[in-house]
């Protein structure tokens, strides 16, 4: 019985270390994912950063022309400047695209750290209840052993009382009197 409680321990033991080694892998593919919406979402604070780079830069150019040919290219200049914008504004998506999809991301960043600090706080009850668990284990283990203890002295004294109550019966058959069986 002690063997089978001893094999379902480490069972219950073994089931418990493998379950926290799945749950390092589901914290490192949390990890990655937040490295990979980070990522993302310095990739488009880059781009748009370009976008209004170029925007300044073509606005920049256009208040030149404007300066050097106020009136006689005027109107040009106001085509051009439509292109320049219509171009540039075809090239890229959008700035409330990107602003959506920023705060998309942002959005799931915040989802996925919070789910990481959950998943932190889980396995630091799971690895208390694992200590709880493993010191329960131990404290059984000692109770059992202290039990396996006192029943061998009761079965020790028990054995020394048959031996010297033997002992008395030799002498009192001696005396000639006899005693009933149990």
Do not use: C, W
């Not at 069972?11 to 390092?24: A, F, G, P, W």
């Not at 019966?169 to 006899?178: T, W, Y």
């Amino acid at each position: 019985d002690a063997d089978a409680d001893a094999d379902a321990i480490e069972r219950t033991k073994q089931d418990l270390v493998r379950e926290l080694q799945l749950y390092q892998v589901e914290m490192t593919k949390v990890g990655l994912s937040v490295q990979a919406a980070t990522a993302d979402a310095v990739r488009m604070d880059v781009e748009r950063a370009a976008v209004t780079a170029q925007i300044a830069t073509v606005q920049a150019d256009i208040a030149a022309l404007r300066q050097a040919h106020p009136e006689a290219k005027q109107v040009r200049r106001q085509l051009e400047e439509y292109e320049a914008l219509a171009k540039m504004a075809n090239t890229r998506p959008s700035r409330r695209l990107l602003e959506e999809k920023k705060a998309k991301t942002d959005m799931e960043l915040k989802q996925v750290e919070e789910k990481v600090q959950r998943n932190r706080d889980e396995k630091a009850i799971r690895e208390k209840q694992f200590h709880l668990f493993m010191q329960s284990l131990f404290d059984l283990k000692e109770s059992l052993a202290e039990d396996a203890e006192q029943k061998e002295e009761k079965e020790a004294a028990a054995a020394a009382a048959q031996v010297s109550g033997e002992e008395g019966e030799e002498d009192d058959d001696d005396d000639g009197e006899v005693k009933p069986m149990d």
